[in-house]
């Protein structure tokens, strides 16, 4: 065999290994991308609600960043707390990043004012944008909940909003940039909230 021939040879199969690599490399990242959930082409829609600050916060303050949803209240005697430690986790992983956001939307607004949802936000160690306690008007509260995050799968009672209707989930949803949801996760337990926060960084890729 000729020293040409023998160049070609170590050529072809550098070539061919080093194409193989990136097919399996490409692949391997394709099979780690998150699904897209809920209906073909559903998104988050727009909100209007008001933040432990007393300030409006709206979709616009979310544009282009992943967010994850929580629904609870502040006098949770069972559930929250545990979902909220573990979410801590989380606001601590972010750090200052600007890139996530939590939103944690009462269930009982009626009892969960500004003035309650800031001092609840101190007791957190909240202390910058990152984390989000938000109140409003309950039928928009719920309807979020229901239609856009779809945290919620309890019959709606006849009078939506009535003191009959509430929610009370461990469920959080992890939205992309997007708005898309692509994923849902119990945040009172430790292992789901781990896995939430590893698929947060496939996001952030």
Avoid at 28 to 55: C, I, M, T, Y
Avoid at 113 to 127: D, E, F, I, P, R
Avoid at 165 to 174: N, R
Wanted: glycine share 8%.
């Amino acid at each position: 065999m000729t020293s040409i021939s023998k160049i070609i040879i170590i050529s072809f199969i550098t070539l061919s290994v080093a194409g193989a690599v990136f097919l399996g490399a490409s692949l391997w990242k394709d099979s780690r991308k998150l699904p897209v959930l809920g209906e073909p082409g559903h998104v988050a829609g727009p909100f209007s609600f008001v933040n432990q600050d007393g300030k409006t916060f709206t979709e616009k303050d979310v544009g282009g960043k992943i967010t994850i949803v929580e629904y609870f209240f502040t006098t949770c005697p069972g559930i929250c707390k545990a979902m909220n430690a573990n979410l801590s986790r989380v606001y601590r992983q972010i750090g200052g990043e600007k890139d996530v956001v939590i939103l944690s939307h009462t269930v009982d607004p009626e009892d969960d004012s500004v003035q309650v949802l800031k001092a609840y936000a101190a007791k957190m160690g909240v202390h910058n944008g990152n984390w989000q306690f938000l109140t409003g008007n309950k039928v928009d509260l719920y309807r979020a909940a229901r239609n856009d995050y779809l945290l919620s799968v309890e019959d709606v009672p006849a009078a939506p909003g009535s003191a009959e209707d509430f929610i009370h989930t461990q469920y959080v949803a992890l939205l992309d940039p997007h708005r898309r949801i692509r994923g849902f996760y119990d945040a009172t337990d430790s292992a789901s909230t781990r896995k939430m926060m590893a698929d947060l960084e496939l996001l952030r890729e």
